[in-house]
């Protein structure tokens, strides 16, 4: 049990187009998802953390108008790129908690989304 | 100053070794700790929490020093499929369970 998909796995678009990112959970309801960044060689960083049904909280220093989060339903979280530039190019891994946020730890981390962005 | 903070290694180990990593955290306040294993280009996955008496699972043994504010993670017998990046992970108090990842350390096994 508790898994949790990405679409597409890899994605290489042109630099200033829009790229959008599934996460879904397969076999439970996903109150939380978390939508984190892994550049190379470094650690993963959270860039938000959306509950279902209302907006995302983004972490400081992340675009909440270059990267639109929506969370519209128990089972989905998207995540879109806006007018990417290669600077965007990274892993993109969501993760997904059958709880609130701030309830005690649970999260399940789909297999990530690598972009490049040319 | 980095909140979590690895060694990124590599450690070249071979097979049958014992190898420790540490992990450093800045804030004392801190909530939860975890090992995660990643492998290249994969996402990372749930080794093992860390509890403040230590725990073991099977060849990992992971401990906690609150006072010194590090956790380790020994690997006995290591074994090839042992290779992988291993991430020290924290959830700090009053974070809303935010998980913080170290840079990971890198482990290479070989024959």
């Known amino acids: 049990g508790a898994v949790v998909s990405q679409h597409p796995s890899w994605v290489i678009c042109k630099s200033g187009t829009s790229v959008k990112i599934e996460c879904r959970s397969l076999?439970?309801?996903?109150?939380?998802m978390f939508w984190y960044r892994q550049f190379p060689k470094q650690s993963l960083m959270l860039m938000a953390t959306?509950?279902?049904?209302?907006?995302?909280?983004?972490e400081q220093g992340v675009e909440k108008d270059k990267f639109l989060i929506n969370h519209a339903s128990l089972t989905l979280s998207t995540l879109t790129v806006t007018s990417a530039h290669p600077e965007d190019s990274s892993f993109y891994i969501c993760?997904?908690?059958?709880?609130?946020?701030?309830?005690?730890?649970?999260?399940?981390f789909g297999p990530g989304t690598r972009l490049t962005v040319t | 100053r980095k909140e979590v903070e690895q060694d990124p290694g590599p450690f070249n180990v071979p097979e049958g070794a014992t190898v420790a990593f540490n992990c450093t955290y800045s804030?004392?306040?801190?909530?939860?700790f975890f090992w995660y294993r990643q492998d290249c280009r994969k996402e990372p996955k749930l080794l093992m929490s860390?509890?403040?008496s230590g725990n073991e699972d099977g060849r990992f043994t992971a401990q906690l020093n609150r006072a010194s504010q590090y956790i380790s993670l020994l690997i006995r017998d290591s074994k090839l499929s042992d290779s992988a990046t291993y991430l020290c992970?924290?959830?700090?108090?009053?974070?809303?369970?935010?998980?913080?990842f170290g840079t990971g350390t890198r482990l290479q096994v070989t024959l």
């Open positions: 993760s997904a908690s059958p709880r609130l946020a701030g309830s005690p730890y649970e999260q399940y």
């Open positions: 959306s509950n279902e049904g209302s907006k995302a909280t983004y």
């Open positions: 992970v924290v959830i700090f108090t009053g974070t809303a369970s935010k998980l913080t």
């Open positions: 804030n004392s306040a801190s909530q939860s």
């Open positions: 860390v509890y403040s």
């Open positions: 076999d439970f309801q996903a109150t939380t």
